[in-house]
């Protein structure tokens, strides 16, 4: 019976270790429920879960972040965790990309919004996602063209450029804002790229992320290119169609596109 006493009591101190480890401000139990003492549920549990779940691609088709979460969704975002996450996501791209002998057709699809550039300011005046996307006060800030680099997908941007890889931006921007994006990323560093692919939203009236995305993939496969890598904050960048060799999923907790 002692046996079993001390047991117990080494998984419980590992477990409350391992909690302090991560800053995680209560103790983690083995059984504890998702409830507290009180049974009220515990919002800091619920957000980060709900946040794994739209990382994950089970939470889907969200119109706006859950209220409760927005202080939980800023901190993310301002703190280190927000970069060191997109900080390993552009690691493991490059040594992927490493590995490979590159050749005159390959590319690299990079996607723009919450992916090379960041809207952070943005949002951070807009409840960081709580409020439902307004598109004309998103594309006013859009063609102020100030919005700086996401810093480790520059530093990827670069390793991959110094590789020999040739880069693609592809993009859910309209048409009548290809001017400024293009100003916008020379400014935020991203010096050199072998196409913009902004959105005719004539062509692809009525269509999804996914199909506008797969369908211009499509078409830089028929022209002889050979996409070795795929890097996005949306699933949309990275389903569907002609997603290439690998796919990079970099976080974004703050909005959906189907």
């Given at each position: 019976?002692?046996?079993?006493?001390?047991?117990?009591?080494?998984?419980?101190?590992?477990?409350?270790?391992?909690?302090?480890?991560?800053?995680?401000?209560f103790?983690?139990?083995?059984?504890?429920?998702?409830?507290?003492?009180?049974g009220?549920?515990?919002?800091?549990?619920?957000?980060?879960?709900?946040?794994?779940?739209?990382?994950?691609?089970?939470?889907?088709?969200?119109?706006?972040?859950?209220e409760?979460?927005?202080g939980?969704?800023?901190?993310?975002?301002?703190?280190?965790?927000?970069?060191?996450?997109?900080?390993?996501?552009c690691?493991?791209?490059?040594?992927?990309?490493?590995?490979?002998?590159?050749?005159?057709?390959?590319?690299?699809?990079?996607d723009i919004?919450?992916?090379?550039?960041?809207?952070?300011?943005?949002?951070?005046?807009?409840?960081?996602?709580?409020e439902?996307?307004?598109?004309?006060?998103?594309?006013?800030?859009v063609?102020?063209g100030?919005?700086?680099?996401?810093?480790?997908?520059?530093?990827?941007?670069?390793k991959?450029?110094?590789?020999?890889?040739?880069?693609?931006?592809?993009?859910?921007?309209?048409?009548?804002?290809?001017?400024?994006?293009?100003?916008?990323?020379?400014?935020?560093?991203?010096?050199?790229?072998?196409?913009?692919?902004?959105?005719?939203?004539?062509?692809?009236?009525?269509?999804?992320?996914?199909t506008?995305?797969?369908?211009?993939?499509?078409?830089?496969?028929?022209?002889?290119?050979?996409?070795?890598?795929?890097?996005?904050?949306?699933?949309?960048d990275?389903?569907?169609?002609?997603?290439?060799?690998?796919?990079?999923?970099?976080?974004?907790?703050?909005?959906?596109?189907?």
């Amino acid at each position: 019976m002692k046996v079993v006493v001390l047991l117990v009591a080494i998984i419980v101190g590992a477990y409350q270790c391992h909690g302090s480890e991560h800053g995680a401000n209560f103790q983690v139990f083995p059984l504890r429920m998702k409830t507290g003492l009180g049974g009220h549920y515990i919002p800091e549990v619920s957000c980060k879960s709900w946040r794994l779940g739209v990382e994950a691609h089970n939470v889907i088709d969200w119109k706006s972040i859950p209220e409760e979460c927005v202080g939980y969704i800023g901190n993310y975002l301002l703190g280190d965790q927000y970069r060191s996450d997109s900080k390993t996501v552009c690691r493991e791209a490059y040594l992927y990309a490493k590995t490979l002998n590159i050749t005159a057709k390959d590319i690299w699809v990079f996607d723009i919004d919450e992916t090379t550039l960041s809207n952070l300011e943005y949002y951070a005046d807009h409840g960081f996602g709580v409020e439902p996307y307004n598109e004309t006060a998103f594309n006013e800030w859009v063609n102020l063209g100030e919005a700086p680099a996401l810093p480790e997908s520059l530093k990827l941007y670069n390793k991959l450029v110094g590789l020999g890889v040739k880069i693609v931006f592809l993009t859910g921007r309209p048409l009548n804002q290809e001017t400024v994006t293009t100003a916008n990323l020379k400014h935020a560093g991203y010096h050199t790229w072998l196409k913009l692919i902004v959105k005719n939203t004539t062509l692809y009236s009525g269509t999804t992320a996914v199909t506008y995305k797969s369908a211009e993939r499509k078409k830089l496969e028929e022209e002889g290119y050979n996409i070795i890598g795929n890097i996005g904050d949306q699933w949309s960048d990275l389903l569907g169609t002609n997603t290439g060799n690998r796919t990079f999923k970099l976080p974004d907790p703050m909005y959906y596109i189907s």
